[in-house]
């Protein structure tokens, strides 16, 4: 009498319906057996996929029939066996040897006749069929869905799914943006921000306190201002950022000095890495020579003729430089005076930026549609098409929130002007501080391009600081000093 191997699968990420399933399967084959008279030596279930081969399970029963144990198989459906061609081409085999006599099926017929081979190979083949076709309409929807910027995964922390969509989750959204603000302070690493952030209340959806690991994951993906990799490419999410790109970026940088190896014990130079070399554009360096720091060139690309600079010369000069772009107390009210009667020829320049905004927002989306056609027609690789879309996509989203900062703004450029008239007139504190970190902060806000040529330092003003440089700013910061040198002779008089 031919002996029997019962076999069970089911393959889901659900446990409760797959008991369910394969006990309904279990519980049909063995009623099947005791009306078919079959007898049953044992039992096999797997919970695993038969799209690929390797299920454990199903290779031992084979290895049992391939020993004599059994010589026939017990299950619902031929697709229970296998959905890729090497399993259903090992089971064939095994009944072309005579190892497998007899294929029982409840919902399938077959015999081992050639017409019942034949039928056999058409369920296998019928069964790969259904599970490329489902891959196939997955991979379909997948990249629809990346067409329309969702994120086809699980939400990262801070979010939500939520009806197929990625919604704020209202609990962790703000907490999130404040460990991205706090961390861009430069004044916490990774292990305060889990302190402070647990202190804060934060926790992971298993109500667990993030670990330093997860801390720097959050802080170096790209989700959350408004972007996603997916397989190396970056696409622009339709979910709601929770922070800038700028704020993003600045995170980065931090993130990037802070890797940097440092020695035990090492000493802190203040203007260290503010400046380059205007002579062969290589580092500037530091050292501490007789209880003096020194700031020279590193002269690592070719000779150079730069000579070293002491630090308090360095501090001089930037302390120049910095009242130099700063506005005196009792200037203040007289420059807002000036901003607001020129209010009506800004308004109509932040028009004209406006629409400038939204050229180069359209520039670009023309761009990133020219280099998928180059992609498609196989005229560039697909490392230079992810590489330039990742700068293109990235220019587009800056774009977009300097115009959405200055549309919510409503053109109303008076406020942010006031505001950097206050920052420019503390910007004289910073140029008499003792601190030189500060002085050293101070310049960077204020120019770009830091060189140290002939121990002199050349720099390029930033925006708006050249306006207090260069228009009529310095001329009354010259009569405000010219008067209290007029008061000082006063006094002494």
């Not at 064939?92 to 034949?118: A, C, H, M, R, V």
């Not at 070719?302 to 200037?331: G, M, Y």
């Not at 930026?353 to 196989?378: G, R, T, W, Y």
Request: net charge positive.
């Amino acid at each position: 009498m031919t002996k029997y191997f019962i076999y069970v699968r089911k393959s889901t990420d659900e446990p409760d319906k797959q008991i369910l399933s394969i006990e309904a399967q279990v519980e049909e084959l063995k009623e099947f057996a005791r009306k078919e008279n079959l007898e049953i030596v044992k039992t096999f279930i797997e919970s695993q996929t038969a799209k690929e081969p390797g299920r454990p399970i199903f290779n031992e029963m084979l290895s049992l029939i391939e020993k004599g144990k059994a010589s026939g198989i017990l299950a619902w459906h031929p697709d229970r066996l296998a959905r890729n061609s090497i399993d259903g081409g090992r089971i064939i085999y095994l009944i072309d040897t005579g190892k497998i006599q007899s294929l029982k099926f409840p919902t399938f017929w077959f015999e081992n006749t050639p017409q019942g081979k034949f039928m056999l190979n058409i369920a296998f083949g019928q069964s790969k069929y259904f599970v490329d076709n489902l891959s196939e309409n997955t991979k379909r929807g997948l990249r629809q869905k990346l067409r329309r910027g969702e994120w086809p995964g699980w939400a990262p922390i801070g979010y939500l799914n939520k009806e197929h969509k990625v919604i704020p989750d209202s609990e962790r959204y703000k907490l999130i943006k404040k460990m991205f603000e706090l961390y861009s302070t430069a004044k916490y690493s990774l292990k305060d921000l889990k302190e402070l952030m647990a202190s804060s209340g934060l926790r992971s959806r298993a109500e667990k306190v993030l670990s330093v690991s997860m801390i720097q994951h959050t802080l170096t993906n790209p989700f959350y201002y408004g972007t996603f990799f997916y397989h190396g490419e970056l696409y622009q999410g339709t979910h709601k950022p929770i922070i800038s790109k700028k704020l993003f970026d600045k995170v980065q940088e931090i993130m990037k000095d802070k890797s940097r190896p440092k020695k035990r014990g090492e000493k802190v130079y203040a203007f260290r890495g503010l400046f380059k070399c205007g002579e062969c554009g290589c580092a500037i360096t530091s050292e501490t020579q007789k209880g003096h720091n020194y700031y020279r060139c590193t002269k690592k690309k070719v000779p150079c003729s730069q000579r070293f600079i002491r630090e308090e010369n360095l501090s001089e000069q930037i302390s120049a430089i910095l009242k130099k772009v700063s506005l005196p107390n009792k200037w203040k009210d007289k420059m807002i005076a000036i901003l607001e009667k020129e209010q009506g020829e800004t308004d109509r320049a932040g028009f004209s930026f406006s629409q400038n905004l939204k050229s180069q927002i359209k520039e670009c989306e023309e761009k990133l549609e020219k280099l998928l056609d180059a992609h498609l027609d196989n005229d560039i690789s697909r490392e230079e098409y992810l590489e330039k879309k990742q700068k293109l996509l990235n220019r587009k989203i800056e774009i977009s929130e300097k115009l959405t900062a200055f549309e919510k703004k409503g053109g109303n450029w008076l406020e942010p002007a006031k505001n950097f008239i206050l920052a420019s007139n503390q910007t004289q504190k910073a140029a008499i501080s003792s601190n030189l970190q500060e002085k050293a902060d101070k310049l960077k806000k204020a120019g770009s391009n830091l060189l140290l040529t002939d121990r002199k330092i050349k720099y390029f003003p930033r925006g708006a600081w050249e306006i207090l440089e260069n228009l009529p700013v310095s001329r009354l910061r010259r009569d405000e000093a010219a008067r209290r040198k007029t008061r000082s002779k006063k006094r002494k008089i």
